[in-house]
């Protein structure tokens, strides 16, 4: 029996299961740490003096830290072993967070949640290595069963248990929580984990220079979709990295088409299903994380609910994703995948347009509907474009196909946050001046939008307005300008997943690509 693979017929010991649990806890913990933030992010901004059009840096930071990370970690696994590669990422999340905790300006808070995720960005397949390396065939269903289950609970608890430890003490609580399970995941690891012996030979074989490139274009690609609208796409930050970017870009592409063993191998886009899977990835991570990020700011800016009322209104995503979660499951094995996806992307695009059409005086009753909308579909969309992009890949190739399909979701995600902010940014001081104007008309439906008394509104030219009523009514109008960006930023996220569903037939889904053959074969690294 070589390292790394279980005999069928062995006997999983009590150890085993103790080092896979404490793995199950580290995972929950990077996985819980992109959604206890949510309910607090108004919170941490105003705290660090972060802007509104730079809070979305707190989330966008670990995503991308965890793209740079997912493809490494098959390779570290090999080089290192899984025990250690899993205490260092423990560790280094551990140390991270207690950085982001102790951060006392939004760039040291960047760079300690640039730590956290790469290091959390290992640790969730990491997880999923283990069910296969620890355990015999007899025992995996169990094994991803559980471990599925932690990775469900982490996003149904999160905002509300964000919102409650900064409401209950402060802001650093929702860092600070990570250290005592972080140490005893440590330990726990150590102890009781065994799989393999290193082959640190393999770390010369990392392609470090296509890391860089890949990192410093990723980064640059975020803050170029960020400062270039607002600087109208020229200046003395926007106009280099217009040109450094397209730069990069293309050195990393093109070290990872001609090295032996390419940081991301791109040829597996040649496959017509991958590459479109891929794509129904990097849509549903926009409309993920997106949605996560809108509904915590509107709630927070526009609605002005605490921590913990913001987790509390939020938790009805997670709780309807955990309460649909067999259905979705049972569904995906005897439902067509095209069909299914098709349903769950219809369904979640409905969940967002939904949301396009609220006012400031929208809250927890407006809102209840498409949170639902987004909890039912998420798995329905997950699970089919999970099994049409990768169900044809043979067993040695799926382990990257994954962490690529995989980090296309945290892509989508990074460049979803990033319009966001760009809309947000940019139409809002257009929709007050434009609200402004039609309240000076007197336009009487537009003061029922913002919220102003009708008495004063005829559809006829105001006189001169009374200075108290003018500072009554231009947070109100703030208020509703804001408000109408957001809608355009819900109905941009649900403009996707039209899209998505364009793609959807044309992802073949016929017999011959569940056979394991594929139209080409992929010169990919074998395992050690």
Known sequence: ????????????????????????????????????????????GGALHIGQDQLSWIQTSYLIAEIVAIPLTGWLTRAVSLRVLFFAATLGFTLASLGCAASTSEALLIGARIVQGFCGGMLIPAVFTSVFTLFPERRQLLATTIAGSFAMIAPTI????????????SWHWIFLINLPPGIIVCLTVLAFVST?????????????????????????????LKEGPGH??????VTPLLVLCPLLGAAAIALCLTRKRPFVDLRRFRDRDFSLGCALSFVLGAG????????????????????????????????AQLLTAPGAAFAETRVNAKWLAAAGFALFGAGLFANGFTTARTDFDGLFWPQVFRGVSLLVCLLPATRLALDHWPADDLAEA??????????????????????????????????TTLLAAGNRET??????????????????????????????????????????????????????????????????????????????????
């Open 1 to 44: 029996m070589t390292s790394g693979q279980v005999d069928a017929n062995e006997t999983v010991s009590l150890r085993v299961w103790i080092g896979f649990l404490a793995m199950c806890v580290g995972m929950f913990m990077a996985i819980l740490d992109i959604q206890i933030v949510a309910s607090s992010l108004t919170n941490i």
């Open 158 to 169: 999160g905002p509300a248990l964000g919102g409650y430890m900064t409401e209950r003490w």
């Open 196 to 224: 393999g012996r290193p082959h640190w030979h393999l770390l010369r074989d990392i392609d470090y220079a296509t890391i860089i490139a890949a990192a410093l274009f990723l980064g640059g690609l975020e803050l170029l």
């Open 232 to 237: 109208d796409w020229h200046g003395p930050l």
């Open 288 to 319: 993920l994380y997106g949605s996560t990020y809108l509904m915590a700011l509107f709630l927070g800016l526009v609605r002005r609910h605490s921590p913990l009322e913001i987790g509390m209104i939020m938790a009805v995503t997670g709780a």
């Open 402 to 435: 994954s962490a690529m399909f995989n980090l296309m979701r945290n892509l989508g995600g990074a460049i979803g946050l990033a319009l966001i902010d760009t809309i947000l940014e940019r139409r809002t001081p257009g929709h007050f001046t434009d609200l």
């Open 447 to 528: 003061a029922r939008l913002v919220g102003l008394p009708l008495a004063e509104f005829h559809n006829v030219p105001l006189g001169p307005i009374d200075p108290v009523m003018k500072a009554i009514a231009k947070p109100l109008v703030e208020r509703a300008a804001l408000s109408q960006s957001f809608n355009e930023a819900w109905l941009m996220l649900g403009a996707f997943f039209v899209f998505a569903l364009f793609l959807i037939p044309f992802i073949r889904n016929d017999e011959a690509t569940r056979t394991g053959t594929i139209p080409w074969e992929p010169d990919v690294p074998e395992a050690s």
